[in-house]
């Protein structure tokens, strides 16, 4: 039944990726590819995670916690760039 | 590949399984929300399912698979954090799109930030104005 489980969920990761790779390559703002990339940060923890279901090991775990804390400062960095170069819309 | 479901190891594998399941298909929601939605605060409405739900799925379902229970603190420990920054990161991006006019306004029902720009641009105005204010 895993073997099921990890075939059905391969695809449906792979597609997931795929969509949010395309809104990277497509979105029409800055906002929106850090955005699909955050999603596609949580699509890699999801398939980090059921590799160590699936699979029965732990190797990964330190890993999915760091992506869990660390994971939002490139979001956060991105989104403060674009705040500091529209506040002044007068300057220069 | 049937298997028997007499003993509570099939049931919790079963469980487990769906759970994978259904925290996939998070993502995949995810994913064609941001495809399909028509703006930044839309898509960010679709973006946060496999950031919370998809991972509590998922890390249960680890910790269903493994059989133990000291794997349970570390799997919590990885879901509060991600509880306790996502929303940093929504709040920032959300706002800097807010700023930035990334939004569709015949979309929003309600606009709370409306008022609070519209004060903060009055105050500004007021002590930029050459008499202080007075």
Redesign the interface.
Known sequence: ??HV?LA??AV??S??????I??IARG??L??R???A??LL??L??AL??D???N?H?NN?ML??AI?????IG??TV??F??DR??KPNDS | MIPDFSGPDAWIDAVSAVFMVVGALMSLGAAIGLLRFPDLLSRMHAATKPQVLGLFLLLAAIGLQMRTWWVWPVLVVAWIFQLLTVPVSAHMVGRAGYRTKHLHRELLTADELEAVVQKAAAEAARKDSPDGGR
């Open positions: 039944m895993m489980v059905v969920t449906i990761f597609l997931a990726a795929a969509g949010a395309i809104r029409p703002s906002l929106d850090v955005l699909a955050d999603v949580a699509i923890g999801g995670c059921i160590m279901a699936v029965r732990l775990l999915v916690v869990s804390i660390i994971g939002f979001s956060v989104a403060r674009v705040a529209r506040v």
